[in-house]
């Protein structure tokens, strides 16, 4: 499903040269359930980030499906990004002043499904998170737990393979975070592959396997979680 | 159409976050496009072609046939000629058409019972109406050149007179001699008038009545905007003094159609002035002049000086609105980046992206729209009051509205451009972070 070979990324100021990423060899199965994990400025957003096609890598590979993502046009890329990518951001990332449907509504938009469809998607991914009798409400009508239902329904809505959740539970309290796991769990089951940022511990023992960012490289530990149901993290 | 419906719900929605820096821009675009617009009108209207489908066959002839001496380049022919010099440029069958002509100023009434009405006249001749496509609506133009006491009105004149178009064959008393009506011209009004654009008249309106050449020199008439003489004959006996002296007061007139025609017109003036060069009649070097009528009013310096001022003046200030509002726009698009990213993210390229500021242009070019026209319509109002000389140019068509609308929809897209190609290329993660 996903393929990164020796990637590796560079942020580069007048002054410095940041290497968030170095040579970063990773393969993530589908319908796997995996959370990236490390301390703060490890490089592990950065990956989700250039996972997400969001961030340009500098060197190595990617391969999404068999198919590599370097070079692909602005077209192909924001097709991706609709078609194989769901997005869950830390901080929700909701339109204010647009109603639940239509913040869920906004990816389909972009993909050209007709509006019976956009309605049967949306009306169906609220279902799925538990917000269907709350449709015409806005964001700010609802706690943290429910926005970040919403931004779930949000990114299920186009039914893609790839989740990418960038640290999802971190602005929510711990019943919270822990239904909005279970939410996750729930997708995954249904075949979705999943990559979780995450700092909490319990969350990632909770994901199939751990995958470690060090300094940007993949650390040593991640080789091997006891805790983990599925095999090992493949490391080039 | 679905989708474009949504991009416009997305820019109402976006608009109705800051509304305020909204309606400054478009404030501000307006009164650019406004004022440029008002004296766009006056400048596209003063400057138009009247007859653009042979203003580049009708031609003002004009020689330096004067009787005193001058051989350098700084004689100019005079701009009108005299009754025999007339005669000379007309004997030929070159022109397709050709009329000589001038204007004058009468008293009109029905009969002496009534108070006389103070018209405008045009002393012409035959061709001049088919030279200058003047529609008619009832009656005849005159059949020849001579004299014959008929005259032709203008369709406003008649009812005015009369109360009704239809008047031919009635009689009226011009300066207390009995004319007949001949003839009643269609509403018309060639604008600019220019026919008369060697006297600086193109921005009157077109005459009221319309006299045979001869009839008008056989009563005496004075042309009212331009003649000269060189000798101290008494003019005022214009029918006995008026066809052989040297009184130039004559505007004259040929249609030449082809090139060919046009050559052999040049080579027939250039014999007649060596012909009166040999004849003693004229010292001076030979300058023949054959303005086409597209050309008049440059060649007579007849532009305003101020509309084209203005124009720049307007333009200037149209750029410093842009520029002004380009920054406006800057402001919103950079504090709307959050969303374009948020939408790039989630799957819109950036084609999509301009699609959307497409919708934006269209919202903003009809709310500057709206706003420069009424800010125009203020404008025209403003220079009719300063210069009511130019009254008649303070109309709209729909080209000039036309005009107005790719205006608007031009600097609308420049307006927001290049805001929007910033937010849409702006880093996704950062602004998703933030």
New interface residues.
Partial sequence: MIQLNDLSKVFKTELIETHALRQISLTVNEGEFVALTGPSGSGK?TLL?VL?T??HFDGGDYLLDGQSVKGLS??SL??L???KIG?I???F?L?K??SLFDNIE??L???GFN?AERKRRVEHALEQVGLAARRDYHPSQLSGGQQQRVAIA?AIA?QPRILLADEPTGNLDSLMARQVMELLEQINQNGCTILMVTHDPEQARRAGRQVQIIDGHLSDASMYDPLAQNSPVAVA | M??FL?YLKVSV?SI??APLPYVLTVLIMALGLGVFFANATFYYRLNADPLPHKSDKLFFPMMLLVPWECNDNTCKPPPVLSYANVQKLSNTDIPTAKAAMYSSDAYLRLDTKQPPLPVSVRITQRDFFRMFDVPVLHGSIWPDDSARNEIILTKALAEKLFGQSDVVGKTLLLDDKPLTVSGVLDNWQMLPRLYDANSGNHVEPVEQIYLPLETGYDMNYMSNSQSSTFDDTDYRQLSSQGRTGALHQLQYWVQLDTPAQQQAYRDFMQNLASTEKAAGRHPSIINNQLTSMRNIVAYFGGESGDIKAFALVTLLFLLVCLLNASHLSLNRYLSNQY?FS???????????LQQQMFADVLLLTLCCLAGALLIGFGGVQLMNYLWPVNRLFSTWDWQLLLGLLLLALSASYLVTLYPSLRASFG???QQ??E
Avoid: M, T, V
Wanted: aromatic share 12%.
């Fill in positions: 957003s980030n997400g969001l961030e602005d077209k924001s097709a990004r609709n078609e997005f951001f830390q901080g990332n339109i002043d647009y906004l990816p938009r972009y993909r509006a949000r186009g | 679905e989708q949504y929605k109705r976050r969303e948020l939408r790039r993210a989630l799957g819109a390229s950036r084609w999509q880093a996704l993660n998703l972070k």
